[in-house]
């Protein structure tokens, strides 16, 4: 563990931990002790090598059925006169996969990792909600528990309350940008980062250490509770990023990232990875999708949209290189879009639709789950891609397969057939 | 395991941080300060001394009779103030169509990236931005203050996100004519007035819920009905409208009602129940033509018997809503979970048996009067205990409202201090969870929340926040003496609450700085993000 954590602070924290365990034992249980508890759970060395899980939310409904093509579903091509992605062999046509499905043009990049095998894709995957709405349908994926609107906290965040084994370090739960999502809200500790190099105390040079350390002093003689927990945490999550310096880390295999936000946010995610500073959860957000207008079939908007999340996740993959096999990457979206074109070359809100998984112990290469076909009786409510796949199925077999959790029953509740496996992860 | 001694006693300290010796009345006057309004200002404890405790909280629980008007002349120079919600309500709604026609229109013509940003001029980023800064201005500058921490408070409780939808548009009628008349008034009247917002009946989907088989009168006519094209394209819109009609009931309102804004999670409600109170609500919905207000729609209303926790609601159109207001108003257990999540607020993350019970008989002898039953629990012993002093970490609104009136500060008209509130992690009318934002000090204190509240503490003390002025002479006079820079900046800004390990730091940082208005900056930064100013 790279933390050059003097013995002082080793000991405060020691003692609020040993302060935790007494004051349960004195019949007191403040909350503040939630999550004094987990960390007292952590072990310093981990028991496996770091394994990381990375989460990219397509905010905005992606259509699934452009992304993933099922050029072999006669219907994909009746029902959208306009905007289908030619079939493979045509002038810009799908990248054939497994003779039905084929990958969207623009995202050319990630075909040698589906050929390699690392790259596995799930259709026909989603919410059992029949909700449209972006907002319903984003918390519920997002809470884990779909349909239910009260629930507090995130199903990350209850991945990272729960782990039983786990090293202790500020950065086991990051989201790049301004503000944590709620898939990791709750419980446990995490960060949001808009910027690396930008966190902690601002200022210059003497001035700003000067801050940090009378802050340090003031808290490490001062702050009780969770607040004193997680100051030391802060400071030393600021040293370690100033130790590991992730920034110094630059792109490794000629890998390019993208410009863009997205590009950005993946980039510095691999940069934590390589610092080794603990990453377990991270996760990026990529908006744009709610294509209701002219979404454009091989070309336009969804194409340009795709190019970035192809070129983003070619990039990290890349990158990365042979340290993706402990890391996986999981594309997410609320929900699909309508089978059918609308009137203004562009699609509705739906229901299923297609995630991607890649990197880890992914058995790529191959399309995961049912095909419901896109025949007009197998739709859900009659116009929307049906879903076979809950997405609670694949998050939990992630969780369990790569991460190793235990406790799916905690983590999706009233869920029944959490557990029960898809084959996604070997 | 047995503690050891030595942990005993160091745990003592670490549960009951030794108060600094500060005379009984300015103790009392302080936590009065910190927890029925944002924080003290420079001379606020002795106001409140002179008073006297009891009489300052009489006159706040009657805040129409305290004047206000440097709040008002800030609130004049905010343009979703000064106009009806009315009238901004319809600037936004018609952004928010031309927002999309815009974008069908750069849709058609090219491939430029969707969902062009709205500009900082644009009523659809100015008004929300206004409506969240008018918050955090009345929090730091009204002279009402209990009044706004009870207003925060049910804004929370009764929370909507204004972001979902339209409801960027219902959002200053929600927050100036459904919450705000009704702060300190009856419980029942709060309750009713929010089941027919216009924003709740949409943030909760209400207004979609229909019996089931319901159609609606514009759809009840015969089908196919004449000829030629224009009776196709009476029958593909009615088709389109018959597909976009809701299909049935919609739980979602019903559900909170019972578990957030009533009875509370343990209130002993079944799923049963959450469909009885669903039905009972259909018909309850928005108005479509003109301005959006509350509508009954009777095709909608689910005509049949409801049982709600052993009770029997019998047809009574839109009444029987009311009955079932006024009854879960007046439920045990709605009393409970209220005054608890009160006291949550008020007095502790924990909170006390004894301060839920007090505001418990408050309501009972006052039929839900939330004046009385909010004078009960700030009149409740437990809220004057010592271990509910500094007992709560401040919400980032808390944090910022305070800091700025520590510091006797102003906010200018820009919406630059509220988006720093959101930038700590609650941006106002944002929180998408119907939950409202969390009282407990556990959703606030983490590692990255605590750097960026050194951040905005440096900044703000080194005039370099954006969106406030405070003159630094006024607040503490020049001071070359590290020791008594220490204790004027601790008497001036944390009311004397400072400990031993926060001065003795302060007077070490400040011992090498020979600039005395650079060692004061740095001083007021230090009180103002110290661990003692983090909590109330």
Not at chain 1, 130 to 151: I, L, V
Not at chain 1, 392 to 404: D, P, S
Not at chain 2, 50 to 65: I, S
Not at chain 2, 237 to 263: D, F, Q, S, V, W
């Amino acid at each position: 563990m790279p933390c050059d954590c003097s013995t002082a602070s080793m000991d405060r924290r020691v003692f609020v931990r040993a302060g935790t365990l007494a004051l349960v034992s004195l019949g007191l249980d403040p909350i503040f002790l939630t999550r004094a508890a987990y960390a007292n759970r952590s072990t310093a060395q981990p028991p496996n090598r770091q394994k990381t899980l990375i989460c990219v939310f397509q905010r905005g409904a992606v259509d699934g059925l452009n992304m993933i093509v099922p050029h072999g579903d006669a219907a994909y091509y009746r029902e959208r006169p306009r905007i289908a992605v030619p079939p493979p062999g045509k002038d810009g046509g799908a990248l054939d996969l497994d003779g039905t499905f084929g990958l969207h043009p623009a995202l050319a990049p990630l075909l040698p990792f589906y050929r390699a095998g690392s790259l596995g894709i799930v259709h026909a995957v989603g919410s059992p909600d029949a909700t449209r709405s972006h907002f319903d349908a984003q918390d519920y994926m997002e809470t884990g528990t779909p349909g239910r609107k009260g629930t507090a906290d995130g199903w990350l965040s209850r991945h990272l309350a729960h782990a039983a084994d786990h090293r202790e370090t500020p950065f086991r739960g990051v989201a790049i940008g301004p503000q944590l999502p709620r898939a990791l809200r709750g419980a446990a500790p995490a960060l949001a980062i808009g910027d690396l190099q930008a966190f902690g105390l601002r200022g210059r040079g003497r001035a700003r250490d000067r801050i940090e350390a009378a802050f340090e002093e003031m808290y490490a003689g001062a702050a009780t509770g969770l607040v004193a927990s997680s100051s030391a945490e802060a400071f030393e999550a600021v040293k370690m990023l100033r130790t590991a310096d992730p920034a110094r880390h630059q792109p490794g295999n000629g890998a390019e990232y993208p410009r863009s936000p997205f590009g950005q946010a993946m980039r510095q995610l691999a940069q934590l990875i390589k610092a080794e500073l603990g990453l377990e959860i991270g996760f990026a957000d990529l908006g744009g999708w709610d294509t209701h207008v002219n979404q454009g079939a091989a070309q336009g908007q969804l194409a340009a949209r795709l190019r970035d999340l192809g070129a983003g996740l070619t990039a990290f993959a890349t990158d990365l290189g042979e340290r993706m096999a402990d890391v996986l990457v999981l594309t997410m979206s609320e929900f699909g879009r309508t089978v059918a074109e609308n009137g203004n070359a562009g699609t509705d809100h739906g229901h299923g639709t297609a995630m991607m998984v890649l990197g880890g112990n992914t058995r790529g290469g191959r399309i995961h789950g049912r095909w419901p076909t896109l025949d007009e009786g197998a739709r859900f409510e009659g116009r929307d891609l049906a879903v076979t796949t809950d997405f609670r199925t694949l998050f939990g077999e992630i969780l369990e397969k790569h991460l190793g959790a235990t406790e799916l029953t905690s983590i999706f509740p009233a869920f029944e057939a959490v557990g029960s496996g898809l084959g996604v992860i070997g | 395991m047995r503690p050891s001694g030595i942990i005993l006693a160091a745990l003592v300290a670490a549960v009951a941080p030794a108060l600094p010796a500060q005379d009984a009345d300015t103790g009392r006057a302080v936590h009065l300060l910190n927890r029925a309004a944002f924080g003290a200002r420079p001379g606020d404890v002795a106001r409140v001394l002179a008073l006297g405790v009891d009489r300052w909280l009489e006159t706040q629980l009657h805040p129409d009779r305290i004047p206000d008007t440097t709040l008002t002349r800030y609130l004049a120079s905010l343009d979703v103030m000064r106009r009806s919600p009315e009238e901004i309500g319809r600037v936004v709604r018609d952004a928010l169509v031309e927002r999309r026609a815009r974008q069908v229109r750069a849709a058609r013509d090219s491939t430029r990236p969707m969902e062009p940003a709205d500009a900082g001029g644009s009523p659809l980023r100015r008004y929300p931005a206004q409506l969240q800064q008018a918050a955090l201005a009345r929090a730091v500058l009204s002279e009402r203050q209990l009044y706004e921490v009870l207003a925060d408070f049910w804004v929370n409780h009764f929370n909507v996100f204004m972001a979902k939808g339209n409801e960027l548009a219902l959002m200053p009628a929600y927050v100036e004519e459904t919450i705000r008349p009704r702060v300190l008034g009856k419980f029942e009247g709060l309750l009713v007035a929010t089941a027919q917002s216009p924003a709740m009946l949409m943030y909760l989907d209400n207004a979609q819920s229909v019996a089931e088989g319901a159609v609606p009168p514009v759809l009840a006519g015969q089908r196919g009905r004449g000829a030629g094209r224009q009776a196709a394209r009476r029958d593909s819109l009615r088709a389109r409208l018959e597909e976009r009609m809701p299909k049935g009931i919609n739980e979602n309102y019903a559900r909170e009602l019972l578990e957030l804004h009533t009875l509370g999670v343990d209130g002993g409600y079944t799923q049963a129940d959450v469909v009885a109170v669903a039905r009972i609500l259909t018909g309850w919905s928005v108005r479509r033509r003109g301005a959006p207000e509350f509508e009954f729609n009777d095709w909608a209303h689910d005509g049949g018997d409801k049982v709600v926790l052993g009770r029997t609601f019998h047809e009574q159109g839109m009444d029987e809503g009311l009955e079932l207001l006024a009854f879960l108003a007046r439920q045990p257990a709605t009393m409970r979970h209220v005054s608890a999540k009160l006291c949550m607020r008020l007095v502790s993350d924990v909170p006390p048996e004894g301060c839920i019970d007090a505001g418990v008989h408050a309501w009972e002898r006052s039929d839900g009067e939330i004046r009385e039953v909010v004078r009960a629990i700030l009149r409740s012993p437990e809220f004057w205990a010592p271990e509910a002093r500094a007992a709560k970490m401040k919400t980032p609104l808390e944090f910022v409202a305070s800091a700025v009136r520590a510091v006797g500060g102003r906010p200018d008209s820009t919406p630059a201090l509220a988006a720093l509130v959101g930038r700590l992690g609650q941006p106002l009318y944002l929180q998408a969870a119907p939950t409202g934002y969390a009282e407990r000090e556990e959703s606030w204190v983490n590692s990255g929340a605590l750097l960026e509240r050194f951040n905005v503490a440096m900044g703000l003390a080194a005039g370099r926040l954006p969106g406030v002025w405070y003159d630094a002479d006024r607040l503490v006079p020049l001071e070359s003496d590290p020791g008594r820079l220490a204790d004027a900046v601790n008497a001036a800004l944390l009311t004397g609450t400072a400990g031993d390990a926060t001065r003795s730091t302060m007077r070490r940082q400040l011992a090498d700085i020979r600039d005395p208005a650079a060692a004061r900056v740095f001083a007021i930064g230090l009180a103002l993000g110290s661990p003692e100013f983090q909590r109330q």
